[in-house]
């Protein structure tokens, strides 16, 4: 039964990384780069790569499946599936309703979010106020994007950031004082142009020359992405803290986006952790945009980095601009 001290909790979580790797020296033989120069501007040594024919819809599936050998969900039980990405399988019918489908949610309705890097945490904090709101029980967020998909790789700029993956966590009520506590999301249309998809939309349909102009990959001014990147993850991270009374002694852990392992040493900096207290995977998988923040809190789950009650905050910024924060109390005895 809901109660209106109810929080939602995270119950459950799963990921999937397609098992083919992309390293720092096959790129060198694509374009113009070098390994040194990758990991000393960004972190990353691989990222993973879907094979042929593989979308996001089915990495998003085998996260869910992941998450069912470990926890006892059943299909049937969910209310609601919401799925933050960039790259959907199609523009419609919605990845939500692919996946619905597939996982035999035949009670659930579901919709895609579109907020690219900070999509996940868009994603968590709607089911949170779903949940919050006593109607929706049990909610599923994914955080998937198959980057491959709408990457140039005859672009250096951009090639060698980002990799393909996927997360979900299962969200319910709780009233054992863990559960999502505090939200801070922000959106910034001015900063649009840095970061894009130029064609594909309704502004510019595809056409022969939207293909041959190269317009349907991801574009980004990396330099001024890094300037709002590095001050806005750190500004809003430190924000909910400072909100949450939390500091560095009572912060256990960090798991921020993985865009740049230099933007997240500068938000680290900014709470005043080390780096014991904060989840870097930047190195093996790279940006997989909405998948980062569920990946990670995956992968601090399998590395004992959290505890029933651990103060975890959640941050991300990405195109739009669109950033944000999320502080958790951890619900899982893992
Ligand atoms: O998750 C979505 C949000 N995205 C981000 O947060 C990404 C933010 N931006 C970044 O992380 C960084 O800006 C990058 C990693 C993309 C680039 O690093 P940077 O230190 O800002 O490099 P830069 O763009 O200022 O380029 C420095 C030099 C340039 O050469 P010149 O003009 O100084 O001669 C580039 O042409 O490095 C060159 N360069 C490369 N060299 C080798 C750019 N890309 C490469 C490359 N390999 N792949």
Known sequence: MFKNNSKAAITAVGKYLPSKRLTNSDLEKMVETNDEWIRSRTGIKERRIVEKGQASSHMAISAFKNLQKKYNVNPEEIDVIIVATVTPDMLFPSTACLIQNEIGANNAFGFDLSGACSGFLFALDTGTRFIESGKYKKILIFGVDTMSSIVDYKDRNTCILFGDGAGVVLLEATNDGTGIIDSELRCDGSGGEYLKMKAGGSLKPATHETVESREHYAYQDGRQVYKYAVKGMADISYNIAKRNKLTSDTIDLFIPHQANKRIIDSAA?????????????????????????????????????????????????????????????WSLFN
């Open 269 to 329: 900096k900014r709470l005043g952790i080390s780096e014991e207290k904060v989840l870097i995977n930047i190195d093996k998988y790279a940006n997989t945009t909405a998948a980062t923040l569920p990946i990670g809190l995956v992968e601090a789950v399998e590395r004992n980095m959290v505890k029933k009650g651990d103060n975890i905050i959640l941050s991300a910024f990405g195109a739009g601009f669109t950033w944000g924060a999320i502080y958790l109390k």
